[in-house]
């Protein structure tokens, strides 16, 4: 009963093939390919670039925050997009949260505060459902971590709005997207070329705010990923030194046997 | 050991120091180790890792279906190098698994669990299937998509028992849904069964350094000059090896640290909307495989055993006929390096598993149904026919003389 190495090393090749097999067609329409970009934030040294990500929360201000909240979120985390304390407060002041009790037990309606969290548009799920032709519109705090694909996605997703291809039915207030797993999205079209006039002057087609809101949501999904490739950095290069010490040490202690 | 009169005082009373000095620095080690049997230490370094982020992120966590989620999601923004330690956390649990894994391969090539070894693999056994159930309700506490409805198919499995599974299933759940109480119950199961496992992992030295360490001879050392001292030998080898393995593993902290992960779970938990695909975390993929392999059982049309009960004795027993190996392998001759056959089975046996793992990420319909019972089917076989035969029927090759005559090629001893 002897087995030849080549019977194991056909075995495991064919592991690999097996792999590179591609899903069914249906599971291919139901799971879009999405296109890999490159973003200021990839990569070991990326960062978040600050103007598109004041950009993007223009573009979220205005277009998306009618419907969608940013509910993980306090208006003095916009401090990191590099506002100051009077942009934010200014911010936040737009809105208005209930507090209380006060003195004599009654809930009062105030400005929001810079330590209060964003908002949300909906008072609940329900009211949300209710404004919105039975679909719930996600809350966008970590939209980018919450897809596969992330920021790819988010931003295939905002680009990939069409005309629905022949022979396609959609169901009343449903929306044809290229890059949605079933291609039927509830959520109209959010973003039209102008929708938004920015304040540097760039000009707001599709893709720049597409762009900027994902850079933004990027940022509100992981807002510690600078500081955290930054510790990274100094991390690594100081376990590379270490580690070379480590094994010098090492060689030089079982020298001693050979 | 130091003559200090402080040290020889307490060690009069306790003698802790001539413990240490006799388990960790005298402790006569196998010169011949490769960097294979690094793996244990490191596991040991992770799972103290584990506990210390573990012990300081269950100060900020708030265990409670409304506040779960949220509560994570403040370590990870408010909390000071809150994301430092979750990260820390979450995939630490990955590289316990990897770190365990080559380990118990390692155990497997290299014919660990042999006599006198036994009871030392039957410990490792039980740290496996407790890590399993601790890194399972770890995985429920965020409280996300996937915790939630992991949670759902991991306890349902119980309900596969007959007559008293539904009665079971409520019972752990504290409900007749997953709700409050089976979060704070895992809460409080998941912060001790570390300890359970650091307890395990104490009788697991126990018993190594009773029966002492394998080597990849597998012979048995016959004297001195075949063993050298634990330390400084292995405590700088071991070091070295926890070098390349932190580079590794805060590699994927700092820079890809859902790398594991799902993102269905930063979606917050909604017993309403069930995901299309609910699959483990990548160390369950193997078992998870095994778990839906099966079909129902007939016997002239009556089903004897649901899909659901074969499957869940099946993924148990996946595990549990570990603790049979040493007696299912009676060849006397532990290393594969002396046991052609064996050692090729080995490297299918291997590869039966990682086909198993590709099977659990991918849905249970056509072309993955069948290739998850030829797995699951070589699994077993493997285990209970094969191990066996080859152990009647391969002829070994000749073991040599002892580990200096092999290690050192006639040289003189070393200045040992």
């Given at each position: 009963m002897r087995v030849t190495p080549t019977l194991v090393s056909g075995l495991i090749a064919g592991l690999f093939l097996l792999s590179s097999v591609t899903p069914s067609p249906a599971a291919a329409a139901e799971m879009p390919e999405i296109e890999k970009r490159d973003w200021?934030?990839?990569?070991?040294?990326g960062s978040f670039d600050r103007t598109a990500q004041q950009r993007g929360y223009q573009v979220y201000n205005e277009l998306c925050s009618g419907c969608h909240g940013l509910r993980l979120l306090t208006y003095r985390n916009l401090a990191a997009l590099g506002y100051d304390e009077d942009d934010i407060k200014a911010f936040a002041a737009e809105y208005e949260v209930t507090d209380g009790p006060d003195e004599e037990g009654e809930m009062y309606q105030r400005e929001a505060l810079p330590s209060d969290h964003f908002v949300s548009p909906f008072a609940n799920t329900n009211a949300a459902r209710a404004a919105n032709n039975g679909a719930l519109p996600p809350d966008l705090s970590l939209i980018v971590k919450a897809r596969k694909n992330g920021a790819d996605y988010i931003y295939a997703l905002l680009t990939g709005y069409g005309d629905t291809p022949d022979g396609r039915e959609l169901p009343d207030g449903m929306y044809y997207n290229a890059a949605f797993p079933g291609h039927q999205i509830a959520m109209p079209q959010p973003l039209d070329d102008d929708a938004v006039e920015y304040a540097d002057g760039t000009p707001a087609t599709v893709n720049q705010m597409a762009s900027d809101l994902t850079t933004f949501l990027a940022w509100t999904a992981s807002p510690e990923m600078e500081a955290r490739k930054l510790l990274g950095l100094k991390v690594m290069l100081f376990l590379l030194v270490f580690t070379a010490m480590l094994a010098a040490i090492k060689r030089k202690v079982w020298s001693r046997l050979h | 050991m130091s003559t200090h009169p402080v040290v020889k005082w307490i060690d009069e009373r306790l003698p802790v120091f001539t413990f240490l000095n006799h388990e960790?620095?005298?402790?006569?080690?196998?010169?011949?180790?490769?960097?294979?049997?690094n793996f244990g230490s490191i596991a040991g370094i992770v799972l103290v890792v584990l506990i210390g982020t573990g012990v300081m992120l269950a100060m900020q966590?708030?265990?409670?279906?409304?506040y779960a989620f949220d509560s994570v999601e403040r370590i990870m923004r408010d909390v000071n190098y809150g994301w430092l330690l979750r990260y820390l956390h979450s995939n630490g649990v990955s590289m316990f698994f990897i770190a365990v894994y080559i380990h118990l391969f390692r155990g497997l090539y290299f014919g660990s669990y042999k006599s006198p070894r036994e009871i030392l693999w039957a410990m490792g056994v039980i740290i496996l299937l407790l890590m399993m159930a601790t890194a399972f309700m770890g995985y429920v506490l965020p409280w996300g998509q996937m915790s939630f409805w992991g949670a759902t198919v991991i306890t349902n499995l119980f309900s596969a028992i007959p007559l008293v599974g539904e009665e079971i299933v409520n019972w752990l759940w504290g409900g007749y849904s997953i709700g409050n109480p089976t979060l704070t119950r895992f809460y409080a199961l998941h912060y001790l069964f570390p300890f359970l496992i650091f307890a395990v992992v104490f009788l697991h030295l126990v018993a190594l350094h009773t029966v002492k360490s394998n080597n990849p001879l597998g012979i048995d050392a016959t004297g001195p000059q075949d063993t050298i001292p634990f330390h400084p030998y292995y405590t700088a080898k071991d070091f070295f090896g926890f070098g390349v393995f932190f580079l590794v593993y805060l590699g994927f902290v700092f820079?890809?640290?859902?790398?594991?992960?799902?993102?269905?779970?930063?979606i917050p938990a909604n017993p309403l909307a069930t995901p299309p695909h609910i699959v483990p975390e990548w160390y369950f993929l193997p078992f998870y495989a095994i778990l839906r392999a099966v079909p129902d059982i007939e016997v002239f049309g009556f089903v004897l055993i649901t899909a659901k009960l074969a499957g869940v004795i099946l993924m148990f027993g996946s595990i549990l006929i570990l603790f049979f190996l040493p007696w299912l392998d009676f060849?006397?001759?532990?290393?594969s390096r002396f046991r052609p056959i064996f050692k090729q089975f080995f490297w299918i046996f291997f590869a039966d598993c990682l086909l198993l793992g590709w099977v659990g990420a991918n849905p249970p319909e056509g072309f993955f149904v069948i290739l998850g019972r030829i797995g699951t089917a070589f699994y077993f076989a493997y285990f209970i026919v094969i191990i066996p035969l080859i152990a009647y029927f391969e002829k070994p090759r000749p073991l040599p003389e002892s580990i200096s005559a092999e290690v050192l090629g006639g040289k003189e001893g070393g200045k040992s």
């Open positions: 200021s934030f990839d990569g070991i040294f | 960790l620095r005298d402790y006569p080690t196998p010169r011949n180790l490769n960097y294979w049997w966590y708030t265990p409670h279906v409304n820079y890809a640290p859902d790398f594991f992960g799902e993102p269905d779970n930063y060849s006397k001759v532990r290393s």
